[in-house]
């Protein structure tokens, strides 16, 4: 294969939950910079609307499309929209989470709406929203999905860690089912990112960002940005081995031996 042909996405469609700021805006540029067509797909669509407009300014192919990542039929009405609009679905990015609005209790106290709500978006969307791609990806020859975990799946994490350890659980199991039709399934977990929600749950100037850094040997934060090399890699022919990953982009925090 040509080097340059590694990570080249031309003709293939993406869609990108949360895709209307944050990560995931930053991964659904990315996607249309190596060729793809995207859709970004949020539920706040007035956001998602913006995004996909600056895209199509700039000549890209994008779509707006409201989601509920919580609802199966939501989700199959964002599968059957990018369906219409660009002929299937080769790429799922399962971006969107609850972050910033977390329940203010420890596990052992948490009142079990709250664990249910933070549940039903980072784990049950990841869910529906791959349910709702498989056949059009199986039509297609294949496809990529790459969910959105965290370096706090693997330390105690409180809920949001509970449901990312979750979230690489549901990773592996779906790369076993789904691998035979040419699915890869991975994860990316992110470090400290620098970005607004990750300021909101830990402060940029906090003395606790300060205590994680110095724990991580290499680079100890970074930008958006900087998960998008591996994003792609896990997307484009450059990945096709890779399955059943869940890849750590944190300056060496995490560990797994």
């Known amino acids: 294969m040509d080097v340059k042909q590694l990570f080249d996405l031309t003709g293939k469609v993406a869609v990108v939950t949360g895709g209307a700021g944050g ?37 890209f192919h994008a779509l707006a499309v409201h989601l509920d990542v919580t609802s199966a ?53 990841p869910l529906l ?63 400290l990112v620098d970005n607004d929600s990750a300021y909101v749950s830990l402060p940029k100037d906090s003395p606790v960002r300060d205590f994680l850094g110095a724990q991580i040997p290499g680079k100890t934060q970074g930008p958006p940005a900087d998960l998008v090399g591996t994003m792609l890699l896990l997307c484009s022919p450059a990945g096709e081995w890779i399955n059943g990953q869940t890849i750590s982009v944190d300056g060496g925090w995490i560990m797994r031996l």
């Open 23 to 59: 990560i995931g805006e930053i991964y659904a540029q990315a996607l249309c910079d190596v060729g793809a067509s995207v859709v970004i797909a949020d539920i706040n669509l007035q956001a998602a609307q913006r995004t996909a407009d600056d895209l199509r300014g700039r000549g």
């Open 129 to 191: 929203c791959t349910q709702a791609v498989i056949a059009s990806m199986t039509e297609r020859g294949g496809g990529r999905i790459v969910n959105g975990l965290s370096a706090g799946a693997f330390m105690p994490g409180g809920i949001y860690g509970v449901s990312k350890y979750a979230l690489h659980g549901l990773t592996c199991n779906l790369a076993t089912e789904l691998g035979h039709r040419g699915i890869n399934v991975n994860g990316i977990a992110p470090g």
């Open 73 to 125: 039929e939501s989700a199959a009405q964002m599968a059957s929209a990018t369906i219409d609009a660009f002929g299937g679905i080769d790429i799922l990015i399962n971006n969107a989470a609850i972050m910033t609005d977390l329940p203010p209790y420890g596990l052992s106290n948490m009142p079990v709406a709250d664990w249910d709500r933070v549940l039903n978006v980072n784990l049950r969307g």
